[in-house]
């Protein structure tokens, strides 16, 4: 089964900051993967789609990059809103599917 | 606007059984694949089952296979997970949620949740 390991499992971040999460396939997955972002006590919100295409919507300060193992989410600048945890997601094995751990973004 | 409603969680008995619900409406549900994906208190998520259109197509993590049934009725637009044999490390937020074609989740329910203890 495809595991995906992300990291860092969480992250301290002041408003306007640089943010990059990293999330790596224990194989070759091309562009099969998704990022979500999850606020306490909400569902998942999809992000980007297909490793790098931003889902409508969502703010152009999130972009999403990578393929086969090595993926790379970031936020060019950290509004406050973005204080969440961040998941990915695999799908070249669809129909079925695996998350990474998640990546907990706080306040610095 | 795509919306998932899911139903039917609550606490049970180790050993117990449960029926979980989700009506889908603001798309053509016969459409679309359709999934399980779940949430202990405090972790990740989990992905528990996918069933395709047509129910011609269905999947289990090996943590669920033998114990859960997914199925859907798309006269009813409405996706269950049948639940058996349930134990404590089934406790979680359930939610369902909609294929994007082959590939991604792209929308989600607001979830149920499962307790499993005595």
């Known amino acids: 089964a495809i595991q995906l390991t992300q990291s860092p499992s969480s992250l301290s971040a002041s408003v306007g900051d640089r943010v990059t999460i990293t999330c790596r396939a224990s194989?070759?997955?091309?562009?099969?993967l998704a990022w979500y972002q999850q606020k306490p006590g909400k569902a998942p919100k999809l992000l980007i789609y297909d490793a790098s295409s931003l889902e409508s919507g969502v703010p152009s300060r999130f972009s999403g990059s990578g393929s086969g193992t090595d993926f790379t989410l970031t936020i060019s600048s950290l509004q406050p809103e973005d204080f969440a945890t961040y998941y990915c997601?695999?799908?070249?094995?669809?129909?079925?599917?695996?998350f990474g751990g998640g990546t907990k973004v706080e306040i610095k | 606007e795509v919306q998932l409603v899911e139903s039917g969680g609550g606490l049970v008995q180790p050993g117990g059984s449960l029926r979980l619900s989700c009506a889908a409406s603001g798309f053509t549900f016969s459409s679309y694949s359709m999934n399980w994906v779940r949430q202990a208190p405090g972790k990740g998520l989990e992905w528990v089952s996918y069933i395709s259109s047509s129910s011609s197509t269905i999947y289990y993590a090996d943590s669920v296979k033998g114990r859960f049934t997914i199925s859907r009725d798309n006269a009813k637009n409405s996706l269950y997970l049948q639940m058996n044999s349930l134990r404590a490390e089934d406790t979680a937020v359930y939610y369902c949620?909609?294929?994007?074609?082959?590939?991604?989740?792209?929308?989600w329910g607001q979830g149920t949740l499962v307790t499993v203890s005595s």
């Open positions: 949620a909609r294929d994007r074609e082959v590939s991604q989740i792209d929308y």
């Open positions: 997601q695999q799908f070249n094995s669809y129909p079925q599917k695996t």
């Open positions: 194989q070759g997955i091309s562009s099969a």
